[in-house]
């Protein structure tokens, strides 16, 4: 009787050490591919980072050469007029031109300062438009986990 208990304490013990194995070696495997899904996806939080950056670092230099023209009146911003400025007293000039008839809607001249405000406006409204792109990106990244 010795013996036969012996036995299946035996058995008992050898089914237990292959059940905690097997259950470590799930939990490594598991482990595994958490890490594997973790490092894809700051891969993918990574190159939106980048892309966000460039896209800034773009519109950064796009608006920079664009204060300068303006600054260098080697540009210069104009609006179309609803109606003909004659006499309005509004603080632009109705413009055809540089020394040539151009047909269609007129347009007046906005003055450098004027110009230069736009573009800082738009500048910010482009770099919270990047902003929230790469907010989408990164949430979409978060949201759909390899």
Known sequence: MDAEWQAKSEKQ???FQREREAAALALINWQGAEQSRRRALEDQLQAIDKTHHQE????QATQAR????????????SVLLAA?????GCGVSATNGAGGMVYGAPRAELDPATAQRIV????AGDQGLIALRACQA?????GNKP
């Open 13 to 15: 013990a050898n089914t």
């Open 120 to 123: 800082t406006i738009t500048d």
């Open 56 to 59: 800034l670092t773009n519109a």
């Open 138 to 142: 990164y949430a979409r990244g978060i």
């Open 66 to 77: 664009l204060r300068d023209r303006l600054a260098s009146s080697d540009l210069r911003l």
């Open 84 to 88: 003909p400025a004659q006499g309005s």
